[in-house]
């Protein structure tokens, strides 16, 4: 099974940037949809971002023109950089990859954001 080790999550204050980053240790990990989801205290978990195997991108509406997803298929990695931090985005965000093809899918453990002054 695919394996996902999310990074770089941490404390910010409202405005700040973070940029989180999902390794994955597959070797076919271009063929995936990787997603990045985030999940409140009390809350659903739902979808950030996506970028498909042909680079297309997708947001919510509540982080749009906030955060950036990119991926690098040489390495291996998903990127989500996150600016202008409000305290809303404070949630375990989660990396997610998903094979149309098989149907095969994989998450990260999950890093912690916390936006606070």
């Known amino acids: 099974q695919a394996q996902l080790v999310e990074s770089g999550g941490g404390l910010v204050q409202p405005g700040g940037s973070l940029r989180l980053s999902c390794a994955a240790s597959?070797?076919?990990?271009?063929?995936?949809?990787m997603r990045w989801y985030r999940q409140a205290p009390g809350k659903q978990r739902e979808v950030v971002a996506l970028?498909?195997?042909?680079?297309?991108?997708d947001y919510a509406g509540s982080v749009k023109g906030r955060f950036t997803i990119s991926r690098d298929n040489a390495k291996n990695t998903v990127d989500l950089q996150m600016n202008n931090l409000k305290p809303g985005d404070t949630a375990v965000y989660y990396c997610?990859?998903?094979?149309?093809?098989?149907?095969?899918?994989?998450w990260g453990q999950g890093t912690q954001v916390t936006v606070s002054s």
């Open positions: 997610n990859a998903f094979q149309a093809s098989t149907g095969e899918g994989s």
């Open positions: 970028i498909t195997t042909n680079n297309i991108t």
């Open positions: 597959f070797t076919d990990f271009s063929t995936y949809i």
